[in-house]
């Protein structure tokens, strides 16, 4: 479904990623762990269209999206829920939402997308008319997910879903993910939780200053002496 | 280049100088409705100034010239077309939307991954550009209105005179403030522009396409500033190339002084700064006229560093 060659970004001298490869196939969940700076979020960012890449190339569904504008990235079902939940905290839950879905055609596909939302997260349906910064960080983490979801995408990108939150918090976080998975959402999902990432991922790339150095199925990884040292806290 | 604010002098000294032969219990309403009249414009202008810079954090430097290309695209379709004014100040606005439009096509739009001195650079160039261009076919007399084109009238309000063209100018600002406030916070673009404004890069993650919100934000401004050109060019009753210089200043004073980036503060700063300073030349100060509205920037920035209505600077990434 998303196939990445050799992806190179850099931030004027900085280097960031030095040929990355790695491929999201149709249905799967798959997690990109890494230490703070090892690249991550640039990957997602590149995906997206905000970051240009120096060279390589990105192949969605069969088609190149290399140097796409977001915008078109998102209208082909790409959408991601960036770091930092980045919610906008001056309008309105409702309104973040609508916001999410600006992709959509009309109003009533809108009003569908947005109770979909109310179902899914009935606690936002409560606060629709709150400013999204009265909002805690869970309830902003949903919110961010909620807003993502509502163009309805085929491949979600989580860049640290669980960054910062109490771990009550965290295991609800990845229950949802599941149930988004289960629902025929493909995700690309960063963590820097990366025993959690692994228990819920089918497979895992771990990626070390710009470089994938390991990859495979998430249980093998989980098991790798290396990845448990460096990443499990072992 | 001297320094000229709305060009003409002695039609200002006119209109600054009319309510002080009237009693003082009277003074005050009218130098109040005065100060109302000059900051909706100052308003208007200011509005351009915020929304732009709420949205690409660029100063805007071609503003006031683009509020006096609508005055002489409204001069000029009253003066020569003999179109009513309303309609005139209608195609002023559709004029310089695309004035406004374009200019951030050409000029910004290429610098908009460059440092910001290159883009307020580029901004002073387009600025310089159209006065050379105003001056070069229009001379560097300011021309006035056609007698006709507006009836002015005193009306009578308790102890206040009131001239029609003063309830113009306040209805019509009134009036496109309201649409504007609408536009933004209820319509499916007005809401791309805020959350544009609060977060680019997670509006473009969402799916918005933030050049045409740029261009958007561009087309409302300008279209602002035509109007205010008009409606200034009325009330002073001239019209010249290098207008839009102490007038640009003035309403990015107002911006600043309600809170860049905000509209309801720019609102705010464009009636305070007409308000401030219609009084200030009552009580005598008129030689000091155009550093009154600075005066006032300073202290309320001693104050209040984000502006009257102005938020915490966010750190944009
Ligand atoms: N906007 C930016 N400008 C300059 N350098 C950046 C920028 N964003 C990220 N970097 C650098 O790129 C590297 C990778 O960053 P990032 O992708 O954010 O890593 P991660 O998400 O894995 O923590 C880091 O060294 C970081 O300092
Ligand atoms: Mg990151």
């Known amino acids: 479904m998303l196939v990445v060659e050799n992806l190179s970004v850099s931030y004027g001298a900085i280097r960031a990623l030095r040929g990355v490869s790695f491929h999201v196939g149709g249905g799967e969940i798959v997690a990109l762990i890494g230490a703070n700076g090892a690249g991550k979020s640039t990957i997602l960012n590149t995906i997206s269209g905000i970051v240009r890449p120096l060279g390589g190339s990105i192949g969605y569904e069969g088609e190149e999206i290399t140097r796409q504008p977001p915008h078109r990235i998102v209208a082909r079902g790409v959408c991601q829920v960036p770091e930092g939940r980045r919610v906008f905290g001056r309008m309105s839950v409702q309104e973040n939402l609508e916001m999410g879905g600006y992709t959509l055609a009309g109003g009533k596909e809108l009003a569908r997308g947005i109770e979909r939302a109310f179902a899914l997260f009935p606690l936002l349906a409560e606060r629709r008319r709150q400013a999204a910064r009265t909002l805690s960080g869970g309830e902003q983490q949903m919110l961010a997910i909620a807003r993502a979801l509502m163009s309805s995408p085929r491949l979600l990108l989580l860049d640290e879903p669980s960054m910062g939150l109490a771990p009550l918090l965290v295991e609800r976080i990845f229950e949802i993910i599941a149930a988004i998975s289960r629902d025929g959402t493909t995700i690309l999902l960063v963590e820097q939780n990366a025993s959690m990432a692994l228990a819920v991922a089918h497979r895992a790339y771990v990626l070390e200053s710009g470089e994938v150095v390991l990859s495979g199925a998430a249980g093998e990884l989980a098991r790798n002496p290396e990845v448990r040292r460096a990443y499990l806290g072992e | ?317």
């Open chain 2, 1 to 317: 280049m001297r320094l000229q604010y709305y060009a003409s002098r002695d039609k200002q000294q006119r209109f600054f100088t009319d309510f002080r032969q009237s009693g003082a219990d009277s003074m005050f309403l009218q130098q109040l409705i005065n100060g109302i009249a000059l900051g909706s414009t100052y308003a208007l202008i200011a509005l351009g100034y915020t929304m732009v810079y709420g949205i690409i954090t660029l100063i805007n430097f071609a503003h006031g010239e683009i509020f006096m290309a609508g005055a002489f695209v409204g001069l000029l379709l009253v003066g020569v077309f003999k179109l009513n004014v309303f309609l005139a100040m209608g195609c002023a606005m559709l004029f310089c939307m695309a004035l406004g439009v374009v200019i951030e096509f050409v000029a910004y739009r290429p610098l908009r991954r460059s440092s910001r001195l290159s883009a307020l650079i580029s901004a002073i160039g387009v600025s310089i550009f159209l006065s050379s261009l105003a001056l070069m076919i229009f001379g560097a007399n300011a021309k006035a209105f056609p007698e006709q084109a507006f009836p002015v009238q005193q009306i009578r309000i308790g102890n206040a005179d009131i001239s029609t063209l003063q309830i113009l100018i306040i209805a019509v600002s009134a009036a496109l403030m309201v649409t504007l406030e609408f536009i933004v916070q209820k319509t499916r673009i007005g809401k791309a522009m805020r959350a544009t404004s609060e977060d680019y890069n997670t509006a473009a993650l969402m799916g918005i396409n933030v050049n045409r919100v740029i261009s958007f934000t561009f087309a409302l401004g300008s279209a602002l500033a035509a109007a205010g050109g008009v409606l200034v060019g009325l009330l002073f009753n001239a019209v010249s190339f290098n207008m839009g210089l102490m007038a640009g200043l003035k309403a990015f004073a107002a911006a600043v002084l309600g809170g860049i980036g905000s509209i309801p503060g720019a609102m705010l700063g464009g009636l305070v700064l007409g308000v401030t300073e219609v009084f200030g030349v009552a009580l005598g100060y008129s030689s000091y006229r155009d550093a009154i509205a600075f005066a006032i920037l300073v202290l309320v920035l001693l104050v209040r560093p984000t502006g009257l209505l102005g938020e915490k600077m966010q750190n944009k990434v």
